[in-house]
Nanobody, 130 residues
Framework: QLQLVESGGGLVQAGGDLTLSCAAS????????IAWFRQAPGKEREVVSC????????NYEDDFKGRFTISRDNTKNTVSLQVTRLKSADTAVYYC???????????????????????WGQGTRVTVSS
């Protein structure tokens, strides 16, 4: 069965760096797009970044440009999210999710919204201490 498992969360100090990993298993196809979402306490879940199946296209929501980097290693069926200069506001549960198609608009990968994603991991919690 196709599934995703996140790892790498934990307690980190503000200003530090962290790398989250999303491992995909099952019938993973090259065209699958994987996105990272996060949900902070008391907040709605929001998309952070996404990468297409080949890893040739990535996109970031405006709030996550600069400190967040998404990458894909299809030899290991993993997608990573690297975060630098962590802030207290980064405290959240981070999820990876899979969409079974690629959406490009004028050559730009569209991350879309959570209702487009059909497979979700259970999330990994990141807590940033001040």
């Amino acid at each position: 069965q196709l599934q995703l498992v996140e790892s790498g969360g934990g307690l980190v100090q503000a200003g530090g760096d962290l790398t989250l990993s999303c491992a995909a298993s099952g019938d993973v196809r090259e065209f699958y797009t994987i996105a990272w979402f996060r949900q902070a306490p008391g907040k709605e879940r929001e998309v952070v970044s996404c990468v297409n199946g080949e890893g040739s296209h990535t996109n970031y929501e405006d709030d996550f440009k600069g400190r967040f980097t998404i990458s894909r290693d299809n030899t290991k069926n993993t997608v990573s999210l690297q975060v630098t200069r962590l802030k207290s506001a980064d405290t959240a549960v981070y999820y990876c999710a899979l969409r079974g198609l690629q959406r490009l608009l004028l050559g730009e990968l569209q991350c879309g919204t959570e209702d487009e994603y059909v497979v979700w991991g259970q999330g990994t919690r990141v807590t940033v201490s001040s």
